[in-house]
């Protein structure tokens, strides 16, 4: 089975930065895919970005250049750093692992509120 825990979110000025963290279980850490994804209130939940086992990233055009995802194997952590965060980047955060029908697993999500 599964677990990811996430940390991190909060309320933060337009500017401003904050590092998400997702505490993964040894069985969902060592599945190839594992990334965040947001969901604002009213609308879909969309992939931030996401990163492989071996270090590939992927992002969002809305986030690149501003969020960095990054993966601490010894830790079994997956972090999100986000930097000059604007009130549209509001929403609530969640870590995904597997991306697979066999294996899917979802945090429980943190908030994240960027004030102007």
């Known amino acids: 089975q599964g677990q990811l825990v996430e940390s991190g979110g909060g309320l933060v000025q337009a500017g401003g930065s904050l590092r998400l963290s997702c505490a993964a279980s040894?069985?969902?850490?060592?599945?190839?895919?594992m990334g965040w994804f947001r969901q604002a209130p009213g609308k879909q939940r969309d992939l931030v970005a996401r990163i492989t086992s071996g270090g590939t990233t992927n992002y969002a055009d809305a986030v690149k250049g501003r969020f960095t995802i990054s993966r601490d194997n010894a830790k079994n952590t997956l972090y999100l750093q986000m930097n000059s965060l604007k009130p549209e980047d509001t929403a609530v955060y969640y870590c995904r692992a597997g991306f697979s029908p066999q294996y899917d697993y979802w945090g429980q999500g943190t908030q994240v509120t960027v004030s102007s």
């Open positions: 040894r069985n969902a850490f060592r599945l190839n895919v």
